[in-house]
């Protein structure tokens, strides 16, 4: 129940955001249609706020600091899905600007070895600003209305960005293997796995190509985050490891397979390399079922 009502005020600030575009570009809305999305959103609106006033109010009296009862009340009123996307753009905005500065890389600290991913899909993402560009400047020079030409300049200069954004999130935030054993596995800043040392039972080169989103769990606890259309590197654990898909959903996993540039190095660096054949020699191509 509460998933179908944060959809729904997702559905209706999307309603919104579409009748404004509407009634911008002249397009003539129907007065009940207008009203009614209107009266909708603000019902919806009062309502979550009320809850997030009652929320702080109950975590003040609980003896919570203003600030830890005001997270408290936003984690209880607004969607987790929506808070991640929220997190997301300003981890996006901050990645590039410390891929613009050339600061050190985050999360990795002293003795930790960085294993970067972004190289399989540089190309890919290169391309996609260029055509975005190229699609700013043309429908910049091709729309004649100017309420139009703004909302979709705006929108295509936020494409551009993520675009940016994306590549220095996946530069700057590396997978990490750090100096005590224990694996970091990222993804910019929409997937970040952690995983002990005492839990990792084996890992190897191992490079397949498998279909799906960037995030795909399969049935039998394997978890496999996809770069540029594969995965290189397979760690099995001793028991699952627990994390946040993009979304926010609470997921499991026990095999992780996931991309590096370099999976020697990141094999080596967890200390497999030589053990049984497991670290140097690469799978075939093809992704089969696990053994």
Known sequence: MKRGRGWALGLLLCADAVLAACLSAGV???LLVLLGTELCLAVASAWR???LVRTHHAARRRGESWWAALRTAVRDAVPVAVRRLMCHELALAASLLRW????PRHGVGKGATPAPYAGAQTATLHGLLFV???E???LALVIPWPAVHAVVLVLDLWGCFFVLALHAACVVRPHVVEADGSLRVRYGALVDIRVPAGRIAAARVDRRFPGGLLLTLSGDGTADLIVGGQTTVTVELTEPVAFLRPLGAPARADVLRFHADDPRAVVAALGWAG?????????PAVDGPRR
């Open 28 to 30: 003539p809305v129907p």
């Open 136 to 138: 700013t400047v043309m």
């Open 132 to 134: 975005s560009v190229v």
């Open 100 to 103: 613009i500065a050339g600061r």
């Open 49 to 51: 706020l009320t809850r």
């Open 275 to 283: 053990r049984g054949g497991s670290g140097n020699v690469a799978s």
